[in-house]
T-cell receptor
Framework: GENVEQHPSTLSVQEGDSAVIKCTYSDSASNYFPWYKQELGKGPQLIID?????GEKKDQRIAVTLNKTAKHFSLHITETQPEDSAVYFC?????????????FGGGTRVLVKP | GAVVSQHPSWVICKSGTSVKIECRSLDFQATTMFWYRQFPKQSLMLMAT?????????EQGVEKDKFLINHASLTLSTLTVTSAHPEDSSFYICSARRDLITDTQYFGPGTRLTVL
C-alpha cells in the first residue's frame, strides 16, 4: 500500500519568515495530494490540495508543489503569522482505487514565534 | 461550504459500556464517510470506510465487531464503540467525501473518548 513520509516533524520559524514542509510518497499511482491543518483538539481542516496533472498551486500565502517523477510534494507558507501555528498533515490517495482512501504523513508541528 | 459535524464532542464512559458517535454532513450529501482514530501527537489512522446503504470496509487490524459502523443515510454515519475499555480512549474523527468525482474529504471536529 501507499506510504507517506513527512519532514520535518517540528518546525519553528520567526513571524514573517517562510515555512516549508516536504512529503514523499511511495505509490506512483497516487494522484491526489491534500494538505490539512489541525489545531489542538480540533479536526483537520483542508488548506490546499493538488492533483497529479498540476505541478504547482497557490492560494494567497500558501503554495503546494508536486514532483511526480521524484514522488514528492511540498507545502510552502510565506509571511508566516502566529495563527499559522498548528500541526500540518500531508496525504496522498489514488482516485477511485482502494476507495479513495487517504494515507497521511506523520505530521509537522509548526510554531511561529512572534 | 462543506461542513461536517460530530456529536458528542467529548464523552467519558465506564469500562464495558458502549458509546455511539454521530457524524453528519450538514450541507451536502456524502455517499462515503471515513472514520479515523488519532492518538496524542500522532497522525490519523483510518479505521474504516463507510458507504451509504452498504457494509463498512474495515482496515486491517480493526475489529469490526468492536467498532460498529452504520451509514443509514447520505448525511449520517455512526460509529459505536462496543464494550469500551481504557485502551479505546482516543480522538475519533470522521470525514465525508462530497461526491464521487472529487477526492476531497472534509473532516468533522472530532470526538474525544475517555474510558475509565
Amino acid at each position: 500500500g501507499e506510504n507517506v513520509e513527512q519532514h520535518p516533524s517540528t518546525l519553528s520559524v520567526q513571524e514573517g519568515d517562510s515555512a516549508v514542509i516536504k512529503c514523499t510518497y511511495s505509490d506512483s499511482a497516487s494522484n491526489y495530494f491534500p494538505w490539512y491543518k489541525q489545531e489542538l483538539g480540533k479536526g483537520p481542516q483542508l488548506i490546499i490540495d493538488i492533483r497529479s496533472n498540476v505541478g504547482e498551486k497557490k492560494d494567497q500565502r500558501i503554495a503546494v508543489t508536486l514532483n511526480k517523477t521524484a514522488k514528492h510534494f511540498s507545502l510552502h507558507i510565506t509571511e508566516t503569522q502566529p495563527e499559522d501555528s498548528a500541526v500540518y498533515f500531508c496525504a496522498a490517495s489514488m482516485r477511485k482505487a482502494a476507495g479513495n482512501k487517504l494515507t497521511f504523513g506523520g505530521g509537522t508541528r509548526v510554531l511561529v514565534k512572534p | 461550504g462543506a461542513v461536517v459535524s460530530q456529536h458528542p464532542s467529548w464523552v467519558i464512559c465506564k469500562s464495558g459500556t458502549s458509546v455511539k458517535i454521530e457524524c453528519r454532513s450538514l450541507d451536502f450529501q456524502a455517499t462515503t464517510m471515513f472514520w479515523y482514530r488519532q492518538f496524542p501527537k500522532q497522525s490519523l489512522m483510518l479505521m474504516a470506510t463507510s458507504n451509504e446503504g452498504s457494509k463498512a470496509t474495515y482496515e486491517q487490524g480493526v475489529e469490526k465487531d468492536k467498532f460498529l459502523i452504520n451509514h443509514a443515510s447520505l448525511t449520517l454515519s455512526t460509529l459505536t464503540v462496543t464494550s469500551a475499555h481504557p485502551e479505546d480512549s482516543s480522538f475519533y474523527i470522521c470525514s465525508a467525501r462530497r461526491d464521487l468525482i472529487t477526492d476531497t474529504q472534509y473532516f468533522g471536529p472530532g470526538t474525544r473518548l475517555t474510558v475509565l
